[in-house]
Structure formats: structure tokens, C-alpha cells
């Protein structure tokens, strides 16, 4: 069984920062993709960002180019994503999705996801 458990959401005001944790729990399991996702209510999933475990390549969502910052600890089995600069519209339930898969982008093909963490940022 494979866990991925979120946290480090909350309330923050605008312009403000936030680092959510993703920590992967459970029998080893191959992942070469690991990303973040949000969504709000009433709106679609949204990719926010993602990494390739092993190489470390970084790839972000347009929201959060040059406000988010997504890393990973192999050592930790964790991955996070530090947000800054926070704008009410980020407010969001966010997600953490791993699997074997070759792409971070496309949330239908992971087949992990954690339970979510709520992030709300005040005006």
C-alpha cells in the first residue's frame, strides 16, 4: 500500500508564504514522476507543479512560475513546494499525485494521490 500524506496548508494573508509537504509512506514503489495539483470549488484540477524524482527536472503550472518553487528529499521520501508571494486566487485544496509514469503535467495518468492539504489566502 502506498501513502502520500500532505501538509503545511493554512491560512495566510496575500503575499504571504506557504511550504507543503508530501511525504510518501508504504512499500517502495517506483516513481518517476511526483507533482502538485490544486483545485478550487467549482473549478477543474489544476497543475501547479511537478518534478522527475531521479533527475530532478522541474516543470510549473503558469500560476505558479516565479512564485513557487517545487524540490524533493530522496532521503526523506518527500517532496515539497514552497509558495510564496500567495494571491487570493491560489486558495485552493491542494494535492500531492506520484506513479511510474513520464510525464508530471497529466493528472489522469497518476495513479497515488494524497488527501489533500486546504491553502486560503485572505485578501
Known amino acids: 500500500q502506498v501513502q502520500l500524506v500532505e501538509s503545511g496548508g493554512g491560512l495566510v494573508q496575500a503575499g504571504g508564504s506557504l511550504r507543503l509537504s508530501c511525504e510518501a509512506f508504504?512499500?517502495?514503489?517506483?516513481?518517476?514522476?511526483m507533482g502538485w495539483f490544486r483545485q478550487a470549488p467549482e473549478q477543474e484540477r489544476e497543475f501547479v507543479a511537478g518534478?522527475?524524482?531521479?533527475?530532478?527536472?522541474?516543470y510549473y503550472g503558469d500560476s505558479a512560475k516565479g512564485r513557487f518553487t517545487i524540490s524533493r528529499d530522496n532521503a526523506k521520501n518527500t517532496m515539497y513546494l514552497q509558495m510564496n508571494s500567495l494571491k487570493p486566487e491560489d486558495t485552493a485544496a491542494y494535492y500531492c499525485?506520484?506513479?511510474?509514469?513520464?510525464?508530471?503535467?497529466?493528472?489522469?495518468?497518476?495513479?497515488?494521490w494524497g488527501q489533500g492539504t486546504q491553502v486560503t489566502v485572505s485578501s
Open positions: 499525485a506520484a506513479g511510474d509514469i513520464d510525464t508530471v503535467v497529466r493528472g489522469a495518468r497518476y495513479p497515488y
Open positions: 508504504g512499500r517502495a514503489f517506483s516513481r518517476r514522476a
Open positions: 518534478v522527475y524524482w531521479s533527475g530532478g527536472s522541474t
